[in-house]
């Protein structure tokens, strides 16, 4: 998809059915020059989209107990993935799929931060198809810094004091890293444009939360994918080595596609069954299901309990159920060892 944004060149344009008016909003076209000039890019194998879905969304994986360890690994970053694996893990945390989702389509998230990598502003896009028409870019952005304490504001990336919304999961209390680190707000020509349309209410309410649909659902599993990148020996990577491949297109009057890496889960296979430990003709088999994943941390140790099936004896069995990342603490989250 960082391809298709790249040598994207359609200008986003609306015309207000009223008065004929034409409005130019901040679309994928935008992007094309930062995403081409962006040095460090990341595209998901299906497996880690699936694992980082599961860190993020599980019962009693809480991110905010990480957030110490959590940063952005370059000042200019962009991250993207398959749709497919990542609506599949959601569905299994009980977010329903939209009925115009497209299973084959891709989603990616572009990134600006400090050197430090703990403040940033990010926008989202989503793309099906070959085409750069194809290619859609929410209307709202996510400015965000880790460093947020209880009680405090974030402050914004880009230091503009402009209206933004809280998003808070009531579910994880004062664990909630949305609430405290992040707020979205609407990018500046798309806040115009609705400030101008003179929305109700009631339709202001319901574009904002349709807009913060397409981007506050991602950032858990950005996050989780940035908290894994901290770990060592870190994930496994394969940069593409696209020489050979750019000059036939150059023959052929085609673009060069970008440069990119792709990483990998550095877990076992999905686990899909368990053996039940159980011993003794007389002791009754717990009914097969399912079993949620649980992130812990304790001092420089992470601890993932990942998800899977209990129950039945004629269901199989797995090696292990827990991984345990450990981090350096002397050097505030540098990593140590992984087993």
Not at 217 to 229: E, H, K
Not at 272 to 295: E, N, P
Not at 308 to 315: D, K
Request: glycine fraction near 6%.
């Amino acid at each position: 998809m960082a391809d298709r944004i790249a040598q994207c060149r359609t200008p986003f344009i609306v015309e207000n059915t009223k008065d004929g008016s034409i409005t130019h909003l901040n679309g994928a076209a935008a992007f094309s020059n930062e995403i081409a000039g962006c040095a460090t890019r990341y595209v998901l194998t299906d497996e880690l989209t699936r694992l980082c879905t599961a860190l993020a969304y599980s019962k009693g994986a809480t991110t905010l107990t990480c957030a110490d360890l959590l940063h952005v690994p370059a000042e200019v970053v962009w991250v993207e993935w398959a749709e497919a694996p990542w609506r599949n893990e959601l569905a299994a945390y009980g977010f329903k799929t939209p009925a115009d989702s497209v299973s084959s389509g891709r989603r990616g998230v572009f990134i600006q931060s400090t050197p430090q990598g703990r403040s940033g502003l990010l926008r989202t896009f989503w793309a099906d198809g070959e085409s750069e028409l194809n290619v859609l870019c929410s209307s709202m952005e996510a400015y965000f810094d880790f460093d947020t304490r209880e009680g405090e504001v974030p402050k914004a990336f880009d230091r503009q004091q402009r209206s933004s919304i809280c998003v808070s999961d009531n579910a994880v209390g004062d664990a909630d890293i949305l609430r405290r680190c992040f707020r979205f707000r609407f990018e500046r020509s798309w806040q115009s444009y609705y400030e101008k349309a003179q929305l109700t209410s009631i339709q202001t309410t319901a574009v904002s939360r349709h807009a913060l649909g397409t981007i506050a659902i991602d950032i858990p599993v950005l996050l989780a994918f940035f908290l894994l990148l901290t770990t060592c020996p870190s994930l496994p990577r394969r940069p593409l080595m696209l020489e050979r491949l750019n000059m036939a297109r150059a023959k052929s009057g085609k673009a060069a596609l970008l440069e990119h890496v792709e990483v990998f889960a550095p877990l076992l296979p999905e686990y899909r069954s368990h053996l039940d430990s159980g011993s003794g003709a007389c002791r009754r088999l717990r009914r097969l299901h399912h079993v949620r994943g649980h992130l812990v941390r304790r001092g420089s140790k992470l601890f993932w309990r990942v998800p899977h099936l209990r129950g039945s004896a004629r269901a199989g069995s797995i090696r292990t159920r827990t991984v345990t990342w450990q981090f350096d603490p002397s050097k505030h989250g540098s990593p140590k060892t992984l087993r």
